[in-house]
């Protein structure tokens, strides 16, 4: 914090703490959305604590039937999962996913960021425009960053929305993710007598990997 | 690589290759094809026996020739990439050969098969997890923030101060003629200079022809130094005056040209 | 999800009191409309008291961010009416003061007190009320003393506010048309028909101020 923004600070108090815990409450509990730390600490009062905030309100959740869940980088309220049952009435319907939609998803998931071209290598069979887009739409992927290899290809990546509509405090959070990198499963392994250039990419890849 | 297994479940094995003929619309792709003939070996993916998948490929590709089955190119592709691999596999290495062993190209498709199972897997995981709208759910009416505006009006000090200084040259500019009082013409400067010449026979600075009044400010002075400059040249040229300076900014001296 | 044994238990056995609270709670988080007692009960398991449940749900929320309140003959959940200001975003939009407006004031800051006439007789152009009241709204100007000339117009002065705002002491800082031209900002547009004696001109002009 800044000297200017500490003596802001001091002028306007910040509220107690029991009432940094309402305002975050009442917050994540109106928004549809995950709202991030940064989004709360500018919704609250000066000097106040989101993040603090946060921890008392989750415990306080804790074993209630509305939770509160960590989405990525943001914080949101949800209903206890194992009182769906009770949601009938409001259970979206959802367009069935094509067994093509569902394993692109888990490979940009599990590989990401992944090029078209990786995740057509994994699935041994070319990708469909519909396929690709109809994830977009669902808002479960989005475009990552180019690859800096020739032709210079988009990858893709998955997007909060993604991790919120799967549960996801974040994308390390994938259900086995752990065992399927020690068994290299996630490695990109070029074919054997493949040439130079594809092995630079392969170590790009490895790279933008780890950075997860 | 063991193939004992395989051998016993042979007719197992093409009874399976003909519902997959029958289904093949069903599979995408031929690593899909291999993956689920893979299954018919009954072993972890790690253990498999790459030449009996490659064996089963190949004879179930001919069933489908004989049939009269049209195959997608990359079936038929993945064919006879299956059938050098065997070779490889098969024969002894040659030394003269630098690409990748039979063994290398083995290894690679087990991993792609792994890899892709893996993947199946997964997905599959994904999928069975509790999701928003089904197993959970958000808020049922979430509050719009609303969004009041506020407009603030900003300036710099550059701003202002540009601001000023473009009404000031707005000014400076509209009545332009003015700046003709500080202004002397070499035609002026002649007609003065032609009048006075003729009292000159001895060398007198040129400064010294300098109307009065006209040293007010620094620019009516240049405008008038300049001009009775210019004008004296032109006298020299018509053969009126004669010049001098005696060294480098020394004062310009004239007098009535005695030719 | 429910499993078969909690369903069979359910036929016989409503669930305890916390669990009971759980579901109101999920319930009127998850709903988009406020749900009656008999509502309730429909959905949720056999024998299970949504009044008695709703009742404690109720105390559980008092004094928290998000209240349980009852809407006509139906219950719903809101947020604390004293929050209500952090459903409220204020987006501060900056914009740039128009031309007119940064002249006027710019003429004000330098010849005050200035009357209107003053102020068009400089600029040239007669000054719109707007741009006037703008200003006076920023509080960068005010009224001075009316001038004792016929008409008795009203003059204005730049304000405190103003100060603050250029970070100036007094309006005598404000730099002198000879700062400006260093700052070469009283660069003149040149000549109609002479644009290469742009120099020159704005030479002399400077000339000629410095024995102002």
Redesign the interface.
Known sequence: MSDSEDDIASLFEAPPEGEQ???????L?????PVTVAELNA??PHGADAAAALAGLKKRYD?????VVKVGEAW????????????Q????E?RKLS??A??T???V??HQPATRAEIEE????SVSRGTIDQLLELEWIRFGRRRMTPGRPVTYVVTQEFL?????ESARD???LKE?RS?G?LES?P???EPQEEDDEADQTAMFEDKD | MPEDGFQADAVEARLAEEALIVDVDGY?????LLLTMSRTQKVDLRKISVLALAEQYLGFIERAKALRIELAA?YLVMAAWLAFLKSRLLLPPDPQDE???GE??A??LA??L???Q??????A???A????????????V??D?TRVRKITYTATLLDLMQGYARVRTKDEFRPYAMDREHLMTMEQALDRMRGLIGFSGEWTTLASYLPDGWDSSPARVRSAVASHFAASLELVKAGTIELRQHGMFEAIEIRKSTA
Chains 1, 3 share one sequence.
Do not use: C, N, W
């Open positions: 815990e309402r305002m975050v409450e009442a917050i509990f109106a928004s549809a959305e919704r609250m074993g209630r039937g509305v939770h949101a309220m949800r209903t206890a999962p194992d009182l769906g049952f009770l949601m009435k409001e259970t979206v959802t067994r093509a569902i394993e998803l888990a490979i998931a599990y994994i699935r041994g069979v919120d509509h799967f549960g996801l994938l259900p086995g399927l068994a499963l392994r074919p054997p007598g | 995408e792709g031929p690593l899909d990359d690409g990748p062993t290398e190209l290894a690679h991993f792609q792994e890899r892709l893996a993947m199946r897997d997964a997905a995981k994904l999928m997890r509790d999701q928003k709208g089904r197993d959970f759910f958000v808020r049922g979430p509050e923030v």
